[in-house]
């Protein structure tokens, strides 16, 4: 992968993120910051991974595993700014935490 430049094959180990179109045209979610909109996209990912896995609750409701400081690695921010994001994601009712008990990640 040289000068952008690709050459057949090189593609095809290549992992692309989708962010959901709604999160880009609606206006209710205008104002979110695009880290925030970024980090959907990475929590919608792991819904998908989360599902095949077979991670169902009681209500048949997928759930996933996702803290702060994953976060905050896989977008390259500080640990405050993805408290932000998870913040701003649950404001816009775009995620919903179930607190497990004290030192375990809620789901």
């Not at 077979?54 to 700014?81: F, H, P």
């Amino acid at each position: 992968m040289n000068n952008q430049i690709y050459k057949i094959g090189e593609t095809l180990g290549m992992s692309f993120l989708q962010i959901l179109y709604a999160l880009i045209v609606n206006k209710k979610y205008s104002e979110m910051t695009s880290e925030a909109k970024i980090a959907y996209s990475f929590i919608l990912r792991r819904l998908q991974l989360s599902n095949m896995k077979g991670w169902i609750n009681d209500e048949n409701e997928v759930c996933i595993i996702y803290t702060r400081e994953q976060m905050a690695a896989e977008l390259n921010v500080s640990y405050k700014k993805a408290v932000s994001v998870f913040n701003e994601l649950s404001e816009h009712s775009l995620i919903l935490e179930k607190r497990r008990g004290r030192g375990l990640a809620n789901f």
